[in-house]
């Protein structure tokens, strides 16, 4: 069974740090191209970062442009987005997502080129 699971959300001051994490299991993720999307209520999904398959390149909105770096370790068939400098307006539900290399080119962060989602992992950024 094919599953993506995120952790690390919480609960943090703004300024503070959060690493999260998207493990894969069922497939090899070092076929897929991974991005990290957020949701917040009442507003539209938004792609935050992506990275290639090959971990060579990456993508991220201008609004974490900075603060916000993806990685991967396929070894241990993980994803990641270490998050800095948090700030209220990045509170949100994060969402990892994976796209077959062969489906997209290098890093996308558009939703619809991605199959594969995981349940979301809740950040919150409050004092």
């Known amino acids: 069974q094919l599953q993506l699971v995120e952790s690390g959300g919480g609960l943090v001051q703004p300024g503070g740090s959060l690493r999260l994490s998207c493990a894969a299991s069922?497939?090899?993720?070092?076929?897929?191209?991974i991005g990290w999307f957020r949701q917040a209520p009442g507003k539209e999904r938004e792609g935050v970062s992506c990275?290639?398959?090959?971990?060579?390149?990456?993508n991220y909105a201008d609004s974490v442009k900075g603060r916000f770096t993806i990685s991967r370790d396929n070894a241990k068939n993980t994803v990641y987005l270490q998050m800095n400098s948090l700030k209220p307006e990045d509170t949100a539900v994060y969402y990892c997502?994976?796209?077959?290399?062969?489906?997209?080119?290098?890093?996308?962060?558009?939703?619809?080129?991605?199959?594969?989602w995981g349940q979301g992992t809740q950040v919150t950024v409050s004092s």
């Open positions: 990275i290639s398959s090959g971990g060579i390149s990456t």
């Open positions: 997502a994976a796209a077959e290399r062969t489906v997209v080119l290098g890093t996308s962060r558009q939703a619809d080129d991605y199959d594969y």
């Open positions: 069922g497939f090899t993720l070092d076929y897929y191209v």
